[in-house]
């Protein structure tokens, strides 16, 4: 079976596979952008650098998703999860059966698949710590 | 700018609704500008321009509607803001008679939905989060999960808001939805996203609405007195880069478009009387009136349970039905919304008048846009 890490990536900038990481863009004071920017949505600055974001953060809020469009597989999980730098960003969830997340949960990031017009693709996820 | 006195001297509407295919965008969107150029005392031919609001309608909608209208080589304009497109068609056309470049202007929003969407609405598929899963639904679950989290409201107080919703469209001719709801309806409804069921959600719609603006010269063109409701002015705000500090019920856009409506009309928030907000899930209506800063926040919940929120409450919030019971075809609901805003301050909306309304607010919110908090919000004033 093919390895995740190997199926072509959702988007080229989202994330590193050696080791699994959100990349994101810094400037020079420190203010972190998820996706990547050429500039910082803060001050302006375009001296910005790439960055590994932190692994774990927090779950800010979640749902599961049970009618989407047509194409849309459900039920799905998604959750906004604050990482610290702080980058608020919208992930989907990885839950195990029965596991029933809370606000302030910690969360990982981990490498998923996603099916997108019946292509197997390479995106990311979080899931619990606990069931890590 | 030097701005002149706009009114709003005609309102119409087809009733919003599910309608087969032969109901086209273009007889819906040509059906209720007949209505609103004849409460106007207008003709097709006498308008100088046309201003169209549609998400879904396709290249030169407008220009397909004026020609089955009888519009011939005036200029028509289309605009798309997804679900404020009509309410920004509205705030162009007030800039245009506003300013005098044009003196009466037809402003029609129109959308044909139930024949192409269904499961619920994604952002452009280019963006992250839509390719993430992100639609509306889920958007607003999350809000109303964060809400409760936060303010230790009730799921049944976010609920209140469609039982309210609805037992206002029961008098709306012109609404998608013309019964009321139980709580308990709401509460069992199948589940969307959770904590939101399908009573939390306002429904794929088809529908038109028109409106006909004048300023001082245009008046005396229509022959038409000056009682009729002005336009104070409309806000236009899109979303700031998000900084990643923010709560996802922050609501710094709907702030920010109340900002840009005081400031231009003058008038203070404690000045309206009754809102028409968008309502397209419950717990928008509440996060959205506390951002304006016209509910105190966390409180929301509490005004709609206890009917604070309800015609004869304190501040009446969608006399109309909102988006939850008058329906959403997108691009005509913030025309739809200055439409009742022009006959609550007439005083013609019968059993779902409000008291004494004098001024009146219409908040429009359209999109997303990964990284932003939102993309569109206009905020219409308007004055009996």
Same mark, same amino acid.
């Given at each position: 079976?093919?390895?995740?890490?190997?199926?072509?990536?959702? *988007?080229?900038?989202?994330?590193?596979?050696?080791?699994?990481?959100?990349?994101?863009?810094?400037?020079?004071?420190?203010?972190?952008?998820?996706?990547?920017?050429?500039?910082?949505?803060?001050?302006?600055?375009?001296?910005?650098?790439?960055?590994?974001? #932190? *692994?774990?953060?927090?779950?800010?809020?979640?749902?599961?998703?049970?009618?989407?469009?047509?194409?849309?597989?459900?039920?799905?999980?998604?959750?906004?999860?604050?990482?610290?730098?702080?980058?608020?960003?919208?992930?989907?969830?990885?839950? =195990?059966?029965?596991?029933?997340?809370?606000?302030?949960?910690?969360?990982?990031?981990v490498p998923s698949?996603?099916?997108?017009?019946?292509?197997?693709?390479?995106?990311?996820?979080?899931?619990?710590?606990?069931?890590? | &700018?030097?701005?002149?006195?706009?009114?709003?001297?005609?309102?119409?509407?087809?009733?919003?609704?599910?309608?087969?295919?032969?109901?086209?965008?273009?007889?819906?969107?040509?059906?209720? $500008?007949?209505?609103?150029?004849?409460?106007?005392?207008?003709?097709?031919?006498?308008?100088?321009?046309?201003?169209?609001?549609?998400?879904?309608?396709?290249?030169?909608?407008?220009?397909?509607?004026?020609?089955?209208?009888?519009?011939?080589?005036?200029?028509?304009?289309?605009?798309?803001?997804?679900?404020? +497109?009509?309410?920004?068609?509205?705030?162009?056309?007030?800039?245009?008679? +506003?300013?005098?470049?044009?003196?009466?202007?037809?402003?029609?929003?129109?959308e044909k939905m139930?024949?192409?969407?269904?499961?619920?609405?994604?952002?452009?598929?280019?963006?992250?989060?839509?390719?993430?899963?992100?639609? &509306?639904?889920?958007?607003?679950?999350?809000?109303?999960?964060?809400?409760?989290?936060?303010?230790?409201?009730?799921?049944?107080?976010? $609920?209140?808001?469609?039982?309210?919703?609805?037992?206002?469209?029961?008098?709306?001719?012109?609404?998608?939805?013309?019964?009321?709801?139980?709580?308990?309806?709401?509460?069992?409804?199948?589940?969307?996203?959770?904590?939101?069921?399908?009573?939390?959600?306002?429904?794929?719609?088809?529908?038109? =609405?028109?409106?006909?603006?004048?300023?001082?010269?245009? !008046?005396?063109?229509?022959?038409?007195? *000056?009682?009729? #409701?002005?336009? !104070?002015?409309?806000?236009?705000?899109?979303?700031?880069?998000?900084?990643?500090?923010?709560?996802?019920?922050?609501?710094?856009?709907?702030?920010?478009?109340?900002?840009? $409506?005081?400031?231009?009309?003058?008038?203070?928030?404690?000045?309206?009387?009754?809102?028409?907000?968008?309502?397209?899930?419950?717990?928008?209506?509440?996060?959205?009136?506390?951002? !304006?800063?016209?509910?105190?926040?966390?409180?929301?919940?509490?005004?709609?349970?206890?009917? !604070?929120?309800?015609?004869?409450?304190?501040? #009446?919030?969608?006399?109309?039905?909102?988006?939850?019971?008058?329906?959403?075809?997108?691009? $005509?609901?913030?025309?739809?919304?200055?439409?009742?805003?022009?006959?609550?301050? *007439?005083?013609?909306?019968?059993?779902?008048?409000?008291?004494?309304?004098?001024?009146?607010?219409a908040y429009c919110?359209?999109?997303?846009?990964?990284?932003?908090?939102?993309?569109?919000?206009?905020?219409?004033?308007?004055? =009996?």
């Amino acid at each position: 079976m093919t390895n995740v890490l190997d199926l072509p990536p959702l *988007r080229s900038d989202l994330f590193t596979t050696e080791p699994f990481a959100l990349l994101g863009t810094q400037c020079e004071s420190g203010h972190a952008s998820f996706p990547s920017r050429d500039f910082c949505p803060v001050c302006y600055s375009t001296d910005v650098q790439p960055i590994e974001l #932190p *692994r774990s953060g927090t779950v800010e809020t979640f749902t599961t998703v049970h009618q989407a469009p047509p194409g849309v597989t459900v039920p799905y999980h998604l959750a906004f999860v604050r990482l610290p730098g702080p980058v608020v960003l919208l992930s989907r969830l990885q839950l =195990a059966t029965g596991v029933e997340p809370k606000i302030g949960d910690e969360v990982h990031v981990v490498p998923s698949l996603m099916r997108v017009d019946d292509v197997d693709q390479l995106t990311f996820a979080f899931e619990l710590k606990e069931h890590a | &700018m030097t701005r002149t006195a706009v009114h709003a001297v005609g309102a119409g509407m087809v009733r919003f609704g599910k309608y087969p295919k032969s109901v086209t965008l273009e007889k819906m969107a040509v059906s209720a $500008a007949r209505s609103a150029l004849s409460e106007a005392n207008a003709t097709p031919q006498n308008i100088d321009a046309l201003y169209l609001g549609t998400v879904l309608g396709g290249s030169v909608a407008g220009q397909r509607v004026a020609a089955q209208l009888g519009m011939s080589g005036q200029p028509v304009t289309n605009l798309e803001n997804a679900c404020s +497109s009509g309410a920004t068609a509205v705030r162009d056309a007030w800039v245009a008679v +506003s300013s005098g470049l044009h003196d009466v202007v037809l402003v029609v929003g129109a959308e044909k939905m139930t024949d192409r969407i269904s499961g619920g609405i994604l952002a452009d598929p280019s963006d992250l989060d839509a390719a993430t899963g992100l639609i &509306m639904a889920a958007n607003h679950a999350m809000s109303a999960r964060r809400y409760m989290h936060d303010h230790g409201a009730t799921r049944a107080q976010i $609920a209140a808001v469609a039982v309210k919703n609805h037992a206002h469209s029961v008098h709306n001719p012109f609404a998608q939805y013309q019964h009321a709801i139980s709580l308990a309806q709401v509460l069992e409804a199948r589940t969307i996203a959770d904590p939101l069921g399908l009573l939390d959600c306002s429904p794929i719609s088809d529908g038109a =609405a028109a409106l006909v603006v004048a300023n001082t010269a245009g !008046l005396a063109r229509l022959g038409v007195d *000056r009682n009729h #409701p002005r336009i !104070l002015g409309c806000g236009l705000v899109s979303g700031t880069l998000r900084d990643g500090t923010r709560s996802i019920n922050e609501e710094d856009i709907s702030r920010r478009g109340g900002e840009a $409506a005081w400031n231009m009309t003058g008038i203070d928030p404690s000045d309206v009387d009754f809102v028409e907000m968008h309502d397209c899930f419950t717990i928008a209506e509440i996060v959205r009136m506390e951002g !304006l800063g016209l509910i105190p926040r966390g409180e929301g919940g509490r005004w709609a349970e206890q009917g !604070l929120t309800a015609l004869g409450g304190k501040l #009446p919030v969608n006399p109309s039905g909102g988006l939850l019971s008058r329906g959403h075809p997108v691009g $005509a609901t913030g025309v739809a919304q200055a439409c009742e805003l022009t006959w609550q301050l *007439r005083g013609q909306a019968g059993d779902r008048q409000v008291t004494g309304a004098r001024t009146g607010l219409a908040y429009c919110k359209g999109g997303t846009v990964a990284g932003t908090d939102g993309a569109s919000v206009t905020t219409l004033v308007m004055q =009996a």
